[in-house]
């Protein structure tokens, strides 16, 4: 059984940062891309970043260029996302998500399993 679990979500000010993680268990996908998305109230599921299944690329939204960064650690099956100069732009559920694709992908319906979702709130 597949399990993508976040965690690092929470309530910061504009301009601070935060470090969410994603830990994926039972994934029997000989290699896999991840990626991270976030859906605010009333609005679909967008794209953050994503990561190719070797970390050797990645993808970024432009909203989140230059601000966030995703990497990943293959042997412990961990990601994460490292979000500095956080606006209150970003405030969403952050979902981690898991591909069958080695290369990364932005589009949500590529993506096969997903977390549950960590809170990312940005005061102003």
């Known amino acids: 059984q597949v399990q993508l679990v976040e965690s690092g979500g929470g309530l910061v000010q504009a301009g601070g940062s935060l470090r969410l993680s994603c830990a994926a268990s039972?994934?029997?996908?000989?290699?896999?891309?991840m990626g991270w998305f976030r859906q605010s109230p009333g609005k679909e599921r967008e794209f953050v970043s994503a990561?190719?299944?070797?970390?050797?690329?990645?993808y970024y939204a432009d909203s989140v260029k230059g601000r966030f960064t995703i990497s990943r650690d293959g042997a412990k099956k961990t990601m994460a996302l490292q979000m500095n100069s956080l606006k209150p732009e970003d405030t969403a559920v952050y979902y981690c998500?898991?591909?069958?694709?080695?290369?990364?992908?932005?589009?949500?319906?590529?993506?096969?399993?997903w977390g549950q979702g960590t809170q990312v709130t940005v005061s102003s």
């Open positions: 990561i190719s299944y070797t970390g050797g690329s990645t």
């Open positions: 039972g994934v029997t996908f000989r290699g896999y891309a």
């Open positions: 998500a898991v591909s069958a694709r080695y290369s990364g992908s932005y589009y949500p319906r590529e993506y096969d399993y």
